[in-house]
């Protein structure tokens, strides 16, 4: 990559990275793994807009750099933290770009001290292995670049050819692999095929790589069928259950998720903690529906651990933009009213001024 930038040459991370010669790629990684473009990061930078889908008040995202066809990608992943309107704390997008840009001024190349510039900063995440494969599994399609070594045996797997029980020979960038590049040589079918037969383990897999994708009708019907026949179980794998709600989610039939959540609902099963955050997580969407945002505020007043999670989940949702009137509305319309005000109290005694110092 070209010459290295001076520190106050830029005020925002987007000109300083570029200003390297290199290509900038943005990828949400909080929710859901997806492309973001440089429009959008360039407004959100500048203040313009808020981020769309944030978690826990940051926008959670891998920055990646290509330069000439010989260079290898730098990824970077970044945490930002957002103000309650959910748009960009400049102040710290401010001081990672000075301290990166101070790091490469004293040094002749950027790839080769980028540790020094991410070292002990506040703002720079590590996301988990199966986030990490499923992130790799997206960038090698946007990126033309050929599959894992584990993308053949998975898809193997796939086929049911070895035996469905043999998944623990699978592994995990294979499956992400298979996820990703649905759309190539019948990779849809065999999914599809694959989605009433396999053990949980790899179906679960299967599901949280298959979320970051805007997966067929095929695909979500398959997982559907196999949602409602796990619920129908007598005491069904609540994991297994919020697996395939997060499968479901990235579908492109809002007929297909809108019927997920009407049959989730009504389950006893809707009161599990981490069916509801799974709900919340991924498929939030849902809920600028108001009759769906009545249900789901009324399941998770009641959910199995209390108050405690219905402030954190309320907290979560809220700061999401296109979702805090309708949510807001619900509320008034649901049967949550001594939840609300619990919630609400403890979102004024959190806006307090610490006057423990004075």
Known sequence: MSDTPKPDQFSTLTELLEATGSKLRLYDMGRRIQRVSRLQFIKFERYEIA?????????????????????????????????????????????????????????????????????????????????????????????????????????????????????????????????????????????????????????????????????????????????????DSGQPDIALVTALIRGISGTVSRTTLASMFERVMQQTAAQHVDVLTAVAGRAWNLLTDEEMAVTYLSRLANNSAGQEVFNAVMRDLLAIPALRNHLLSAAKNADIEQQMQIFQKSLREERKPDTSAT
């Open 51 to 231: 981020w769309p889908a944030p978690l826990a008040r940051h926008a959670w995202l891998a920055l990646l750099q290509t330069g000439s066809a010989n260079d290898e990608p730098v990824i970077w992943f970044l945490k930002l933290p957002l103000d309650e309107q959910g748009k960009l704390v400049q102040a710290a997008r401010d001081y990672f770009v000075q301290r990166l840009a101070e790091v490469w001024a004293l040094n002749k190349t950027q790839e080769s001290n980028i540790p020094d510039a991410l070292k002990d900063n506040p703002f720079v995440f590590k996301p988990r292995e199966e986030r990490m494969a499923a992130f790799h599994a997206k960038v090698s399609v946007d990126l033309k670049q050929p599959v894992s070594n584990s993308h053949a045996h998975a898809k193997e797997y796939f086929s049911g050819e070895a035996g469905w029980e043999q998944w623990q020979f699978v592994g995990y960038q294979g499956i992400a692999d298979v996820a990703a590049r649905f759309a190539e040589n019948n990779n849809t079918s065999l999914i599809t095929k694959a989605v009433p037969q396999l053990p949980a383990e790899p179906l679960t897999a299967l599901c949280h790589c298959l979320e970051n994708e805007e997966i067929p009708l095929p695909i979500a019907k398959a997982l559907l069928e196999r949602l409602q026949h796990t619920m």
